[in-house]
């Protein structure tokens, strides 16, 4: 097993080098930093000197060497929008995402299997038609549209309804000031981001369970199972569910990677200062710096994320050897 790991670090390494290469030239061809001095009147003479300062009037590739090399030991540059360390952003930026991310994953996971596997095991049922008809409704819903609903149904209705002087549930960032850690505070702020996350994922997910759980009960050895009298519970849940998680994982894995740079919409709208609200920001004001530590960041998720699901595999099903 350890050996493997190592190998698939290993094998990630050269993929991790030419996609931030990749990353860093399109960067740097898309975006230049020169371009406010333009209207000086003394214009060349400016931007060369800039040009020199950032190291623009080197080759490319020398550019992504010394970008590379100072990324290695934890250097990302300094933020053109706002000249504050790129590195101290990115954590900053990460651990909101991370949380969001976290619970989200974790509820959605619970969710979509229970349903999956309900939907597989009651198949043509009236529980099994609803849940697929309510699918379909949330997959084709905006996560934008859900989650300004919520905030509308949720939020601001119950608080003019009732004249409340505060909402249940909050709808801007994850404490209210002076507040931090786990607590009520915090729940109630997490709750509607959150949601707004799971409703897809779940619609998404349990939909791919199902269909998985469909194909094992189907299989020989299940059929074989119960015509030697093992009961149904064992069936499913001894025989049938471990190997129906498996096609889950890998789509959970990936859609969980890309969470950690693609939560723009469920950040901007609750106001909450994570990945995808700095990728949006450094994205309209063209700051290259950030968007390079931020597209590898990402990477490396996404690297770790696929590592976990094939160790996984090896768990739910020993007939997958790791070696």
């Excluded at 931007?47 to 970008?67: C, F, P, R, Y």
């Excluded at 498996?246 to 939560?263: H, M, R, S, W």
Aim: net charge positive; glycine share 6%.
């Amino acid at each position: 097993m350890l050996t493997y790991i190592v190998r698939r670090i290993v094998y990630s390494v050269p993929v991790l080098i030419v996609a931030s290469f990749l990353v860093f030239w399109g960067v740097r061809t898309t975006y230049d930093p020169t371009a406010k001095y333009r209207n000086n009147r003394d214009a060349a003479r400016v931007i060369a000197e800039k040009k020199h300062e950032l190291g623009l009037d080197k080759s490319i590739v020398a550019q992504w060497w010394t970008w590379l090399t100072d990324a290695l030991h934890g250097n990302f540059g300094t933020s053109y929008r706002t000249n504050d360390s790129v590195s101290s952003m990115l954590r900053h930026a990460l651990w909101p995402s991370i949380q969001l991310m976290f619970f989200g994953t974790i509820f959605a996971l619970i969710i979509a299997i229970g349903v999956g596997v309900y939907s597989a095991v009651k198949q043509y049922s009236a529980g099994d038609y609803f849940f697929t008809g309510t699918s379909y409704f949330f997959i084709a819903m905006p996560a934008f549209l859900f989650g300004l609903l919520a905030i509308a149904l949720l939020v601001t209705l119950p608080v003019e309804k009732f004249h409340l002087s505060e909402p249940i549930l909050y709808s801007v960032g994850l404490h209210s000031n002076g507040q931090s850690g786990f607590n009520l505070d915090y729940i109630r702020h997490l709750v509607l981001p959150v949601a707004t996350l799971v409703v897809q994922s779940v619609a998404v997910w349990s939909r791919f369970q199902r269909a998985s759980m469909l194909d094992v009960l189907n299989a020989d050895y299940v059929r074989t199972a119960r015509a030697k009298g093992v009961s149904e519970r064992t069936v499913i849940f001894r025989h049938a569910f471990r190997n129906a998680l498996i096609p889950l994982v890998t789509v959970v894995a990936l859609d969980t990677a890309f969470l950690i740079g693609g939560l723009v919409i469920t950040e901007q709208i609750f106001a909450i200062s994570g990945m995808g609200r700095l990728f949006l920001d450094s994205l309209q004001g063209g700051d290259a710096p950030v968007l390079l530590g931020w597209f590898l960041v990402v990477a490396i998720f996404v690297v770790v994320f696929n590592l976990c699901a094939d160790l996984a595999y090896s768990i739910l099903d020993p007939r997958i050897r790791v070696s």
